[in-house]
């Protein structure tokens, strides 16, 4: 069974950081991988989706990294602002699916002026 | 732009009763989604709707019941609330399925069983 498990759960750092954040799966079968963005109080919108053939996106000041292999995804936030502080969560889509996602728990990111 | 938009907002059930969650999109997307969101723990799929007409069952449907109104709504049912559905509960939408589609969620309904 698939497990996505996202360390630390919460992390906070000065502004104009730049930080990582981390996203390990058990199971290699994928066809993607995305990141979200979780804001208190309200949905969640997708950041960046990387296909299993992928290594990388970028997006901006995000960039997302996939090692399928190894079944790990990092999520790296260049310069850091305060309005960077939310919950990041990633999801992956398992091969044989095209409707499921696996979660992880997010880890809650704050950005200190 | 509304997107995908969900009512009520914040509720709060007596063990027993009923209500249904609405959800409704204006991307014209064939797909639909509810989601629950607990502490400390990834989205789980409840139920999903491929497209207008079909609906399926995701990780946890026990306790819950769909309705895929129209290609527009799709609704959320809880016939007997439990403590254990308190929860908040998301409705997202894609085009066709996650081939590399982008899901987009509401805001959240906030659900409180007592």
């Known amino acids: 069974k698939q497990e996505v498990t996202q360390i630390p759960a919460a992390l906070s750092v000065p502004e104009g950081e730049n930080l990582v954040l981390n996203c390990s799966f058990t199971?290699?079968?994928?066809?993607?991988l995305q990141w979200f963005r979780q804001d208190p109080g309200k949905g969640l919108t997708s950041l960046l989706l990387?296909?299993?053939s992928q290594r990388e996106q970028t997006s901006g000041r995000l960039n997302a990294s996939l090692d399928k292999s190894s079944g790990r995804s990092t999520l790296y936030i260049a310069a850091s602002q305060p309005g960077d502080s939310a919950t990041y969560l990633c999801?992956?889509?398992?091969?044989?699916?095209?409707?499921?996602?696996?979660w992880g728990a997010g880890t809650k990111l704050i950005i200190k002026p | 732009n509304a997107g995908v938009t969900q009512t009520p907002k914040f509720q709060v059930l007596k063990t027993g009763q009923s209500m249904t969650l609405q959800c409704a999109q204006d991307?014209?997307?064939?797909?639909m989604y509810w989601y629950r969101q607990d502490p400390g723990m990834g989205l789980r799929l409840i139920y999903y709707?491929?497209?207008?007409?079909?609906?399926d069952k995701g990780e946890v449907p026990n306790g819950y019941n769909v309705s895929r109104l129209n290609k527009r709504e799709f609704s959320l049912r809880l016939e007997s609330a439990a403590p254990s559905q308190t929860s908040v509960y998301f409705c997202?939408?894609?085009?066709?399925?996650?081939?590399?589609?982008?899901?987009?969620f509401g805001e959240g309904s906030w659900l409180t069983v007592v």
């Open positions: 991307m014209n997307h064939n797909s």
């Open positions: 997202a939408s894609s085009e066709q399925g996650l081939w590399g589609n982008t899901i987009y």
């Open positions: 709707s491929a497209s207008e007409g079909t609906t």
């Open positions: 199971d290699s079968a994928i066809y993607n």
């Open positions: 990387i296909q299993s």
């Open positions: 999801a992956v889509r398992p091969e044989d699916s095209n409707y499921q996602l696996i």
